[in-house]
Every structure is written in C-alpha cells, then in structure tokens.
C-alpha cells in the first residue's frame, strides 16, 4: 500500500517514555545558555577549520531520517553506511537500509549512482569540487548526501547562514566520546551537534530538526570510526562496472532514493 508522507527536506531516536519527556520539557534552558554564545560559535569554527585541514578523512555512520505520514505519525528510517573524502573533489559514500543499498563515486567530473539492490546505475556530469557536488545533489536533484553540510570547505559559514539563537549545553558523550553539545536556530529549522574534544574536533553526531512540517520530523547522523590522513580508507573514487549493472536514467534508478517506492511525497503543512 502506498503511503503518503511529507519529508522533511533537510536531509538529514530513541523514544523516551512520556514521563520522561514531561519532565525534560519541565526544566527548560537556563539563560546562562545564552551566554555561553561566544564560546558555542568559538568551537563550531574549531570544528570546521580541522575538518577543511584534512585532505583525506573516513567514517562509518548511522543515519536515521524522519517522515510525517498524513496522519501525522513520525515514521523513522534507519540506514547505516561509510564516506570516503579526498580534497578537493573526491568522495566515496554509501548507504545501505532496508529497502535501498547504494554505493556513490565522484570523481571530480562525474557523479556515479549504483543501486547494488536492483543492479542499476546513473551517472550525472557535475564537473568541480565537493562543495559543487552538494550544492548541485541538494538544489537541482533533491538527493543530499550524509552530513553534506559538515563536507563543505566553509561548514562554519554554511552552518551559521540564519542562526538566531545559539546554546552550549555543555559536555555530552556519544558512542563513548566526550564531546561539546551546541544547539542552534534557525527560522525554519533547529540543529545541534556535538563535537569530540580534543586535537582532533570532529562532528559525533548531528540533528536536524525541521519546524516547517507537523510532527517537527528530524534527520540525524552518528558518526563511528573516524579517521584522518593515511589511516583514512583508501579509495580510488572511480567507478567501475564489476557486476555489468544497467545504466538508466536517475529517474529511472528505482530503490535507490531516501524513501521506500511505496512511499510518496506530499505537501508540508
């Protein structure tokens, strides 16, 4: 049966007992939040500086995005998988859930998409750098890749673009890494990340929330195995035909998009 949802469209949890989200509604945020505004942007920029440092950089992630059906049930689709980037212009990304497993390439000219599930690619010409191929993914085919924000030479400035408000929660750990959590605001969407400390400030985990749609759906990414330099996974980010895959069109490359193909889009409320 076909399900009518409306997508959040900013690619990109665990359920609390009502009790327990009663009562974290009950303490609100401490003004002194606010006041620890300098030093939330000061560790943001940290972040971004170190990730345009590196050349090369890996890791594994767990993504989980959220839909709104008409209903207003929050559906949440979990998918697992790993990138790959070399600057200026090299990525290697998958993603693999339960109704898609895809493997993507750019190679600086070309943008390669396998649907390994159904045996089917497409290739998009979209000559340049990374930063051209999230801009050109997002705006002009809808199909984001994991985190594309945090991949940008200037995340901090992307990141930052609107913001209204911004909060230090503090310390908070993920998968075992202390980090810094920072909250931000923007008109039509909220998101927080948290930050390892240490020498090597990479992104741990990052939600998005939008407050455009019903239900606020979100889309967050956790972020494992992070590595840098020549411990990074080596790749040669061309793709190669091993399983004699059909070439087709994108739109044509069915089972391989964000939603399942018994799901469509709907209008946001």
Known sequence: MSKNV???????????????????ACFG?????????????????????YLSAQQAYSFAYDATLEVVTEDD???GLASSGTLVV?????????????????????DGTTFTILGKNVNMYTQLAIPGSIDQLV???RDKYGRPLPAADLMLANAYDALMEN????????????????CDSLA?????????????????PYPCRYVITSREIAGNPKYSV???DWKTGTEAAKDDFTFKNATNAEKVELDQLKGAGDLPDNFSKGESK
């Not at 409306?6 to 974290?24: Q, T």
């Not at 931000?184 to 090597?200: C, E, L, S, T, Y």
Request: proline share 1%; charged share 25%; net charge neutral.
């Open 6 to 24: 409306r997508n959040s469209a900013i690619l990109s949890m665990h359920g609390k007992s009502i009790g327990a989200l009663l009562l974290a």
């Open 73 to 75: 049930q929050v559906l």
């Open 163 to 178: 913001v209204v408000d911004v909060k230090d929660l503090g310390s908070g750990v993920v998968g075992g890494m202390e």
């Open 135 to 137: 801009d050109v993914l």
């Open 184 to 200: 931000f605001r923007k008109a039509d969407v909220d998101f927080q990340i948290w930050i390892a400390h240490g020498d090597r």
């Open 222 to 224: 956790q972020v494992s």
């Open 86 to 106: 070399n600057r200026p212009d090299k990525v290697h990304a998958t993603r693999k859930g339960g109704f898609a497993d895809v493997d993507m390439w750019f």
């Open 29 to 49: 945020i401490s003004s002194v939040a606010s006041a620890d505004e300098t030093d939330a942007k000061r560790i943001l920029k940290a972040m971004s500086d």
